[in-house]
């Protein structure tokens, strides 16, 4: 049997009632991709999960936190690349068939990430946050613009143009641990920007193959409740703007957290 190239690396944490929806739609992924799951609250309703579904589980032993969680269920992948699964999201079923396509193309790259449609409320729809998105990213469309730094860090220059979930991670390339950030929340805007000073290129594949996932409990909406996404947005902005441009476009930037209001 040939060896996979991709693994998806399904974080689980506590008692999520959308867990299993996540798994369902990665495991018929199997012929091209490894599964894996990995927590740091292990309890019956994870284990249960992982055995119905026939998924090697790997838990973590310490205090949850994003950072080493992240980190954890990378390491445990044995593959060249890995997906970090978000346990709230719905991967399409062609994410990986289409990933291998576009990596197999460019074995050189550093992260490879596609679009996405959000899920509010059980429907399946777009929204500012979205379309900003696609919109920014829109030039590493372009091989060359992929492959520059400038263009790399530039379509990062406006917000996270780029949905963490989405991403899947050049591991051998990478070497060390992918999240190196002192960040909570940008911790993934943080490490795109990172990973933009690299030589190698970013794989954009401007389809949408997975579903975010918007609710209350979300840890987004958490950190937007509780002012982490501001400040920390803040400080990555600092990273392209000079102070007084940040403060005259950032109350704009903030329709983005209109997303999470029900």
């Given at each position: 049997m040939k060896k996979k190239k991709h693994t998806f690396a399904i974080c689980a944490y506590k008692e999520s009632q959308f867990l299993e929806q996540c798994v369902k739609s990665i495991v018929p992924q199997r012929k091209y991709s490894d599964i894996i799951m990995t927590t740091s609250t292990?309890?019956?309703?994870?284990?249960?999960l992982a055995k119905k579904y026939e998924i090697p589980l790997f838990v973590r032993n310490g205090k949850s936190q994003i950072q080493d969680d992240w980190n954890f269920a990378c390491?445990?992948?044995?593959?060249?690349?890995?997906?970090?699964?978000h346990q709230d999201d719905v991967y399409d079923l062609m994410y990986?068939?289409?990933?291998?396509d576009e990596i197999n193309k460019r074995p050189n790259a550093i992260m490879a990430f596609c679009d996405y449609h959000p899920i509010k409320h059980g429907h399946?729809?777009?929204?500012?946050?979205?379309?900003?998105?696609?919109f920014f990213h829109f030039p590493l469309r372009f091989e060359a613009m992929s492959t520059s730094k400038f263009w790399k860090k530039y379509s990062l220059a406006f917000?996270?143009?780029?949905?963490?979930?989405?991403?899947a991670y050049h591991k051998s390339l990478i070497q060390g641990e992918i999240f190196t950030?002192?960040?909570?929340?940008a911790l993934d805007w943080d490490t795109f920007v990172?990973?933009?000073?690299?030589?190698?290129?970013?794989?954009?594949?401007?389809e949408y193959l997975f579903y975010y996932r918007i609710h209350s409990g979300a840890t987004s909406a958490e950190y937007t409740k509780e002012n982490v996404r501001q400040s920390e947005e803040m400080y990555m902005f600092r990273k392209f703007w000079p102070e007084w441009?940040?403060?005259?476009?950032?109350?704009?930037?903030?329709?983005?957290y209109d997303t999470y209001k029900d």
């Open positions: 292990p309890n019956d309703w994870i284990d249960s390491d445990n992948a044995k593959t060249e690349w890995v997906t970090v699964a990986s068939r289409r990933l291998l399946i729809g777009t929204d500012l946050n979205s379309r900003m998105k696609r917000g996270n143009s780029i949905s963490c979930p989405s991403v950030s002192d960040l909570n929340f990172k990973f933009a000073q690299y030589d190698a290129p970013f794989i954009y594949i401007p441009l940040i403060k005259l476009g950032f109350r704009l930037y903030q329709k983005s």
